[in-house]
């Protein structure tokens, strides 16, 4: 992308901030969900990424996530390897944050392979402010690792070290908190996102197709439902360069377990709905399930 001067740069971000002070201060906010179908050349899925973003700005979007594996979607280990960028100077999220900027928008990489020092990546969740800046990151905590009948045994853990920190970001009116993919089969780390303010829960995802078509909907729902948050979830989806099928379908669900925006296809896109802080108050009010959770013991076993 084309340098900006200090000056301008200065300047855009002192009105991008101004914009997103006076934004965050209203409970009704947009917020968009980018749909891709990632290929094996960073560069490309950037350029796929930038008209997506600026329709998602366009349509008045403050706040929008692109899918999981964003930036590079590998056929094996050796290809990713090959491609992956050290996070510090990583070319295409430093373009991401020029785009943050010039749109004057929240942008959340949904995620990127991070190269580690023990040989293994981070899948990592990256989100800029309207300034440009980084404002958090989320390293996946859920790894897939399954002996599956009459399949080989699959390890993500092989390539992908998982994190161990819950993360949530202050948005004004919106806290957001970061899942991805796999961690949506996990209420636990849901329940914490909450608990800790939590109103919106992003969820970008590379799902399979059949698995897509069993679980993807009703998962999110109930994450959605049992902690009274909106949850957002931005989907790879299509046949890829990788020969990997994905589902799409990206979906807005409400506190209250309603879809309220779904792309209802496999193609790229954008979708964007409002959402409303209050209505989480509202849910969370009907039903306290946070508020009445108890911890308890299990019996210990008898001989």
């Not at 101004?18 to 906010?29: E, G, M, T, Y």
């Not at 360069?241 to 309220?260: C, E, F, M």
Request: net charge negative; with cysteine; aromatic share 8%.
């Amino acid at each position: 992308m084309t340098p900006i001067s200090a000056v301008t740069t200065t300047s855009r971000r002192l009105i991008a901030v101004a914009a997103s002070i006076r934004f965050w201060r209203n409970s009704k906010v947009k917020v968009a969900a980018i749909q891709m179908r990632s290929g094996l050349d960073p560069e490309a899925n950037l350029r796929a990424l930038e008209p997506l973003l600026a329709e998602a700005a366009a349509q008045g979007a403050q706040y929008a996530l692109t899918p999981e594996v964003t930036m590079i979607f590998p056929e094996n280990r050796e290809q990713l390897r090959s491609v992956a960028a050290p996070f510090e100077g990583h070319p295409q999220l430093a373009a991401v944050g020029e785009l943050a900027q010039q749109h004057g928008m929240f942008v959340q990489v949904g995620s990127l392979p991070i190269p580690l020092e023990d040989g293994r990546f981070a899948n990592r969740s990256v989100l800029f402010g309207p300034d440009g800046r980084q404002v958090a990151t989320y390293d996946k905590i859920h790894l897939f690792d399954a002996d599956i009948a009459g399949l080989n045994a699959y390890r993500e853990s092989a390539t992908y070290r998982g994190g161990d920190v819950a993360v949530t970001a202050d948005l004004g009116e919106i806290t957001l908190g970061f899942a991805i993919c796999y961690d949506m089969r996990f209420p636990r780390l849901f329940n914490a996102l909450a608990n800790a303010g939590a109103n919106l829960i992003a969820v970008p995802a590379a799902f399979t197709v059949p698995t897509g078509q069993a679980h993807w909907h009703v998962l999110l729902r109930a994450r959605a439902i049992e902690t009274g948050s909106y949850v957002i979830a931005a989907a790879q989806g299509g046949t890829h360069q990788n020969g990997r099928a994905t589902y799409g379908h990206s979906l807005i669900i409400d506190p209250w377990g309603k879809v309220i925006a779904e792309l209802d296809h496999d193609e790229p896109g954008v979708l964007v709905a409002e959402i409303d802080a209050a209505a989480v108050i509202e849910a969370r009010g009907r039903v306290p399930a946070l508020a009445n959770a108890r911890d308890f013991a299990m019996p210990s076993s008898q001989r």
